[in-house]
């Protein structure tokens, strides 16, 4: 298994690819929401947001997504919920989660960071079809 590093220039880790991905941003609150939609859309993304799973079902019926981001502010029954609805609405979707400690979501590519020019970067690496794996530095 392949292991994402990012550089300290996030940037240099961006393709095509990264800049035309939708990503499907699940946060559990409408602050984390808004700003992480922005964050993403300064970076070139387009993005829908999510903030249950209920959100999420509706949604899948009417996009089509790159990746799924799901917030570090779930606790872990939640974020495996979540998860398991991305991975039967979306099958092979990749998954992004952030997290604090350890990851909850099996199988799924993790960010240990709060660090907004680190999430940007791993997403770049997971839409290249790498693997990200806790810290990213």
Excluded: W
């Excluded at 070139?44 to 999510?50: M, Q, Y």
Aim: glycine content about 6%; proline content about 4%.
């Amino acid at each position: 298994m392949a292991f994402g590093i990012i550089r300290k220039n996030p940037r240099a880790q961006f393709n095509s690819k990264s800049f035309m991905a939708k990503i499907l941003s699940v946060a559990s609150n409408e602050i984390l929401k808004t700003t992480r939609r922005l964050l993403l859309e300064h970076q070139g993304f387009t993005v829908c947001s999510a903030l249950t799973l209920a959100e999420v079902e509706a949604l899948a019926q009417t996009e089509k997504v790159d990746l799924a981001l799901i917030g570090h502010g779930f606790r872990g029954v939640e974020k495996r919920k979540i998860a398991h609805a991305v991975n039967h609405y979306f099958p092979g979707l990749p998954i992004l989660e952030m997290c604090f400690h350890s990851p909850e979501i099996p199988g799924a590519d993790f960010i240990l960071s709060d660090s907004p020019d680190e999430l940007i970067a791993a997403i770049a690496i997971v839409l290249a079809g790498k693997r990200v794996r806790g810290y990213t530095e």
